[in-house]
């Protein structure tokens, strides 16, 4: 996952606590021989560097805590990356979206009637 991307998702406050996440994480198989294995975790809290974010989590299975980098992150609440910028009105790269023409019926606040 693109850091600017994680980065404007983090200023969007999309990561809040008990957020899910999947994502691959560093650990060592019974032979102790180091490993990359894909988990799901939630949010605990959030740390944003200047060339990283750091997530702190929680093991959905175990409860074993740990941190997870933004560029590792797989899922967000079950969505694809992606998909939750585009929620939140960005791109994948992590720039805003342009609105479109507003359609449709005016309020009384935009007539200035209320």
Request: net charge positive; charged share 30%.
């Amino acid at each position: 996952m693109l850091v600017q991307l994680v980065k404007a998702l983090v200023e969007k406050n999309a990561f809040k606590k008990d957020t899910e996440l999947t994502a691959r994480y560093k650990t060592h198989t019974l032979g102790h021989l180091p490993t990359i294995q894909t988990g799901t975790f939630t949010v605990n809290s959030v740390k944003v560097l200047e060339d990283r974010v750091l997530f702190n989590v929680s093991d959905t299975v175990c409860g074993k805590e740990g941190k997870v980098s933004g560029e590792d992150i797989l899922l967000i609440d079950g969505m694809d990356p992606a998909r939750m910028a585009a929620v939140y009105g960005l791109k994948s790269d992590g720039t805003s979206k342009k609105l479109g023409k507003k359609r449709g019926r005016k309020t009384n606040v935009e007539l200035g009637l209320a």
